[in-house]
Nanobody, 121 residues
Framework: QVQLVESGGGLVRPGGSLSLSCAAS????????VGWYRQAPGKQRELVAT????????????DYADSAKGRFTISRQNTKNTMYLQMNSLEPEDRAVYYC??????????WGEGTQDTVSS
């Protein structure tokens, strides 16, 4: 199994920045993709960004939702088993609970419990 713990959520004003972290433990070796998702009130959970293991680079291949491109940056530090999401130029529409997700070979998918981000003036 894989355990995921998010941290870093909070309240920020429009135009501000937040940095989220997701620490993974357990069967780390089985993870081939990690990502951030979010769920706003009354809406379905949606993809924000992912990093997929790549044979061509240690940093992996990143992918972003259109709403995140140019404002958010996903990264990971393998030595700490930690993934990050740097969010800049935040807008009220970015208010959501942010979840990290790990996809594994053979063991299935795992989710963290989420961290609340609020963007409000």
């Amino acid at each position: 199994q894989v355990q995921l713990v998010e941290s870093g959520g909070g309240l920020v004003r429009p135009g501000g920045s937040l940095s989220l972290s997701c620490a993974a433990s357990g069967s780390i070796y089985a993870i081939y993709q990690v990502g951030w998702y979010r769920q706003a009130p009354g809406k379905q959970r949606e993809l924000v960004a992912t990093i997929t293991n790549s044979g061509t680079t240690n940093s992996g291949t990143t992918d972003y939702a259109d709403s995140a491109k140019g404002r958010f940056t996903i990264s990971r530090q393998n030595t700490k088993n930690t993934m990050y999401l740097q969010m800049n130029s935040l807008e009220p529409e970015d208010r959501a609970v942010y979840y990290c997700k790990a996809r594994t070979t053979l063991l299935g998918d795992y989710w963290g419990e989420g961290t609340q981000d609020t963007v409000s003036s």
